[in-house]
């Protein structure tokens, strides 16, 4: 019986939370916040964008980021 509720999954970006404003604009917020060396990198913990495509484009930019700050760090010497 359909009761006029869609059935059809919620959209998911994994490990990040995803919101929809009051004006129609996507947001999505990382649930776990990005490590200090990401976070000095640039890596942006929430963000927005037009369209779940677009928003799926920038949440995967800010784990690139992050995952190559990480790389870098590790890679470093510390003395």
Same mark, same amino acid.
């Given at each position: 019986?359909? +009761?006029?509720?869609? /059935?059809? #999954?919620? #959209?998911?970006? #994994?490990?990040?939370?995803?919101?929809?404003? +009051?004006?129609?604009?996507?947001? *999505?917020?990382?649930?776990? #916040?990005?490590?200090?060396?990401?976070?000095?990198?640039?890596?942006?913990? /929430? =963000? +927005? *964008? +037009?369209?779940?495509? *677009?928003?799926? =484009?920038?949440?995967?930019?800010?784990? /690139?980021?992050?995952?190559?700050?990480?790389?870098?760090?590790?890679?470093?010497?510390?003395?």
């Amino acid at each position: 019986m359909n +009761d006029g509720r869609s /059935t059809s #999954p919620e #959209p998911t970006i #994994p490990g990040w939370r995803l919101i929809l404003s +009051d004006a129609g604009r996507l947001w *999505a917020s990382r649930e776990k #916040p990005f490590s200090l060396v990401a976070f000095h990198a640039g890596a942006e913990r /929430t =963000v +927005d *964008a +037009d369209s779940l495509e *677009a928003l799926r =484009v920038e949440t995967e930019r800010q784990e /690139t980021i992050a995952r190559q700050a990480q790389e870098q760090a590790a890679g470093r010497v510390v003395s």
